[in-house]
């Protein structure tokens, strides 16, 4: 290897250096760059692209995040989200940035049906692609690919290719925080998928850029308003429990998430809930959106592959622990289709 930064990288994941380069390249002529990512976007999605964009700008690049709905209320507190375009609110501008952009960064996801409304925008669009993600199986056509699914967050791994590129000394306090947002909640404060040794170099480097971390753990974890508190209350009260297939499910219609005021974010974590049963080994929650919409949320212990579901069943995907989907209909029939599915999995408890 004759790249000295992978000479002495402490890091036991290297992207190979032509990767790197090339990502580089394509920064340094863009004239015009856009960051995305994935629908009704987390910690991850949002750390990564706040972060990724405060460094481009840095650099004296005129870069935008730009995302197909809002960021959730309990995120707000980030810095970087007041910037962000969101296609429901600026489509005239959201529109108009991806149409002349010459560089457009995909984080988080890892295929264009996942960013919903501006899939075709990205589409059509000339500009050249990188996607920087850490889910299985990528689908999008890219000029540049960093994946590895192995890396807890994207964030992690974001930062793991600024490093390398030489650019991780542009990181301020506030996009440092921004990293260090997206890997706590891709872990759910490093409690899960997180014995990566890489990772806790991550937080010292991070740590030496000034963030706080005991406020940030407060902020994702510990911050919650009063409906949200009730709504979380509500649905593990209104929690099933399957012994036979060791699952835990907990649904909410949209009666019930109007009668608490919901908002986007509110059920966050819910679905990790029955986990803390010891025999229950997968969860799920859904959430009515509409009449004929029932979001679909899945996680599990161990090796069982909530992915699979997800991808086979509810057009999603995700990780072997933590995925989503959508189902088309009602919420009783949304139940009723996973009751009849979950006995094709047991051979995986």
Same mark, same amino acid.
């Given at each position: 290897m004759n790249n000295p930064l992978l000479?002495?990288?402490r890091f036991r994941r290297v992207i190979p250096s032509e990767l790197v380069d090339e990502v580089k390249r394509l920064v340094l002529t863009a004239q015009s760059i856009v960051i995305t990512c994935h629908v009704s976007p987390d910690g991850d999605a949002l750390g990564s692209t706040t972060a990724l964009c405060s460094v481009?700008?840095?650099?004296?690049?005129?870069?935008?995040v730009v995302t197909a709905d809002c960021p959730p209320r309990s995120l707000s507190f980030l810095p970087g989200?007041?910037?962000?375009?969101?296609?429901?609110?600026?489509?005239?501008?959201?529109?108009?940035?991806?149409?002349s952009a010459d560089l457009i960064f995909c984080l988080d996801f890892n295929c264009l049906k996942r960013i919903d409304r501006l899939a075709p925008l990205v589409e059509a669009s000339a @500009? %050249?692609?990188?996607?920087?993600? !850490? !889910?299985t199986a990528p689908e999008i056509e890219a000029d540049v690919l960093i994946s590895d699914p192995e890396i807890s967050s994207t964030s992690a791994l974001l930062y793991l290719f600024l #490093?390398?590129?030489?650019? @991780?000394?542009?990181?301020?306090?506030? @996009?440092?925080? $921004?990293?260090y947002t997206g890997m706590m909640t891709d872990t759910g404060g490093f @409690?899960? =998928?997180?014995?990566?040794? $890489?990772?806790?170099?991550?937080? !010292?480097?991070?740590?030496?850029?000034?963030?706080?971390? $005991?406020?940030?753990?407060?902020?994702?974890?510990?911050?919650?308003?009063?409906?949200?508190?009730?709504?979380?209350? #509500?649905?593990?009260? %209104?929690?099933?429990?399957?012994?036979?297939?060791?699952?835990?499910?907990?649904?909410?219609?949209?009666?019930?998430?109007?009668? +608490?005021? #919901?908002?986007?974010?509110?059920?966050?974590?819910?679905v990790n809930t029955p986990l803390a049963i010891p025999d229950v080994t997968w969860s799920v929650f859904m959430r009515e959106d509409s009449a004929d919409l029932v979001k679909i949320s899945m996680?599990?212990?161990?090796? +069982?592959?909530?992915?699979?579901?997800c991808e086979?069943? +509810?057009?999603?995907?995700?990780?072997? =622990?933590a995925s989503g989907g959508d189902f088309h209909g009602s919420l009783s029939d949304a139940l009723t289709f996973l009751l009849s599915i979950t006995k094709d999995y047991d051979s995986y408890l």
């Open positions: 000479r002495r990288s481009l700008r840095t650099l004296g690049k005129d870069a935008t989200v007041r910037d962000i375009i969101v296609a429901t609110r600026q489509t005239e501008k959201a529109e108009r940035l991806i149409a @500009a %050249r692609r990188v996607v920087i993600d !850490h !889910h #490093y390398q590129a030489g650019w @991780a000394r542009m990181l301020t306090r506030n @996009a440092a925080a $921004d990293i @409690a899960y =998928n997180s014995n990566d040794p $890489d990772l806790y170099l991550i937080i !010292h480097d991070l740590l030496r850029k000034g963030i706080d971390k $005991d406020n940030l753990y407060k902020l994702v974890m510990n911050t919650s308003s009063e409906n949200r508190l009730r709504i979380l209350g #509500y649905g593990q009260y %209104r929690m099933q429990v399957i012994p036979q297939h060791k699952l835990g499910i907990i649904m909410l219609s949209r009666a019930e998430l109007d009668e +608490f005021d #919901y908002t986007k974010g509110d059920t966050e974590g819910l996680r599990s212990k161990g090796e +069982f592959p909530v992915n699979l579901i086979k069943h +509810f057009g999603g995907g995700g990780h072997i =622990n």
